[in-house]
């Protein structure tokens, strides 16, 4: 079964350091994707970026960038010179199944960015 | 731009009373939509999703049903809820037919907050 894994409930980080929030998954499918999504406390789910399994690169989107080891199957979300705006629940998304485009999230990691 | 809309945004129900949430989406067709709940502090959990009209599929048994009687219109509902049903309600779709991210990345409205006493 697709399963995705976030082992830090919590996370503190001063402000303008880099931040690495950790993600692993399982799954038999030699296709997926991988997605993180920002939730601030106003509740909306925010995109922030996209690794696909064939991608031969490390997705990048501004200060976010997502270190994709694919042997290790981890999908780590690095979070350069970090900001108080940074601070909200971040989850990390698999795709499980082509066509219906479904996803199973983590049970998220709590970002505080610390001035 | 496309955009998708969720109302209301917060409901106080009681136990046993209908529900009726409505999603739409504008500027694109022909999407998938998708119904997830998410209890407090916790993760999305997948409710339903649909492909097309009138196409529905249940991911989780329970008291809930979905509709699709429009193309970007999606409606989740209750005849009785339930004390469990309490949650944020979340609405999503993706543009369907293309490869990459483009193609599979959900994007999801502004939710509903719903209180069942």
């Known amino acids: 079964a697709q399963k995705i894994t976030q082992t830090q409930p919590g996370m503190f980080v001063q402000e303008k350091e880099a931040v690495t929030l950790d993600c692993t998954y399982d799954t038999s499918d030699p296709s997926y994707g991988l997605f993180w999504y920002k939730q601030p406390s106003s509740g909306e789910m925010i995109f922030l970026i996209y690794?696909?399994?064939?991608?031969?690169q490390n997705a990048t989107e501004g200060r976010y960038s997502l270190n994709f080891q694919k042997a290790r199957k981890s999908a780590n979300l690095v979070i350069s010179a970090s900001q108080l705006g940074d601070s909200a629940m971040y989850f990390c998304?698999?795709?499980?199944?082509?066509?219906?485009?479904?996803?199973?999230f983590g049970q998220g990691t709590r970002l505080t960015i610390n001035p | 731009s496309q955009t998708i809309h969720q109302w209301p945004a917060t409901l106080v129900q009681p136990v046993g009373s209908p529900l009726s949430l409505e999603c739409t989406v504008e500027g694109t067709s022909n999407p998938n939509l998708y119904w997830y709940r998410q209890a407090a502090g916790r993760g999305l959990q997948l409710l339903f999703y649909?492909?097309?009209?009138?196409?529905i599929s249940s991911e989780v048994p329970q008291n809930l049903s979905a509709s699709r009687p429009q193309d970007r219109q999606f409606i989740l509902s209750s005849k009785k809820l339930l004390l469990s049903d309490s949650g944020f309600y979340l609405c999503a779709w993706t543009v369907r037919r293309l490869a990459g991210v483009r193609g599979e990345t959900q994007y999801f409205g502004p939710g509903t907050r719903l209180l069942v006493l």
């Open positions: 998304a698999m795709r499980v199944i082509q066509g219906a485009q479904k996803l199973v």
């Open positions: 690794q696909g399994s064939y991608d031969q």
């Open positions: 649909s492909v097309g009209i009138g196409q």
